[in-house]
């Protein structure tokens, strides 16, 4: 079977305004590609309202209708998801199976992006160390990488700071990017220690008992295994409240386990509810019957929907911290935009940023991507720490 690279990935637009866009897959299949797909329009801001998978362990066909931002760049997109798909070639004969050795990306080159503001405003970070200086100036140091792995250019760096710039306008003083040095890099880590009672109760692997540390009522989210339907594929059926990412949450839980989709169904109904039904085979081409795997991939998706990010608010010494935790899937990639609506989130809470430091921590044999983010008490700053947990929830699950 060939095709067309360009024809790999097709984009068809919305006709009208609420009308869904239609993204079509057509590539050699591997274990993860949905994963790695839906991240990367959920990167674009855009939401999977109803979804078709098919495979026959060689050739893949998927679509998506997603609805999002009428400001998308549809070619950038189409390039994005182009790169995740396997290439095309009359060689292709056996499925990709995801083998963390195999497919972990090479380290990208990281960054320094360094740069002074005149004064310090709400809302500046909705645009990494940050931090306020006394007399009111702002510097923010941030380690970043491009997915281009184009930043080593003029043209690249040009153009990333132009864009600042028309964010920051007259308020920035100085902008510079240069390669970070080794010992820079494991500066930016920030500190490996987490206090116990944080580690504990954030991290936790299981199904909690109580509702307040998840985003969801357990009773909302229901997971089912059925092996009568198929002689080949276990069906697994999902239903529970939409929220952004929820594809993607569920995509990324079953790479990590290492389960091929065959074919799948899923869509969004008027109510704000998801039904997701997936016939699915593991690693061997056998189906899910031994009763542990079964519980052990239905309490990880319930885990996975209750709490797909795990958010509190506690205290740091005298101070008020905001500490947001995002999984990172075995290949080494987390979630996409969760500190662009963190921040959203405090800016629509009129909260002002002193300090962040962005991290990685291994906990409980799992790696997580931890942003421990210090909110400025001045200025009369009473709000309960309630309310700012349940905003920064809602901005990131896009239940407004």
Known sequence: MGILYEDVVLIKEAEKAGDPTVITVNCPDKTGLGCDLCRIILLFGLSIARGDISTDGKWCYLVFWVVGRPTTRWDLLKNRLLEVCPMCSPSVSQIYYYRPEFQQPKSPDVFLLK??????????????????????????????????????????????????????????????IELASPEVTAMSQGSSFLPSAITEDMFCLELPNQNTNSFLPSNLVSVGIDNSLSPSHTLVQIFCQDHKGLIYDIMRTLKDYNIQISYGQFFANPKENCEVDLFVMQVDGKKIVHPEKQNALCSRLRMELLRPLRVDVLSRGPDTELLVANPVELSGRGRPLVFHDITLALKILDIRIFSVEIARHKIHDREWEVYRILLDDGDGFALPRDEIKECVRKKLMCWE
């Open 115 to 176: 740069f002074w503001c005149y004064y310090d405003r709400k809302g500046l970070l909705h645009g990494v160390k940050v931090s306020t200086a006394p007399d009111g100036r702002v510097m923010d140091l941030f380690y970043i990488t491009d997915t281009r792995e184009l930043l080593h250019t003029d043209k690249r760096q040009e153009e990333t700071i132009a864009h600042l710039k028309a964010v920051l306008r007259d308020s920035m003083i100085s902008c510079e």
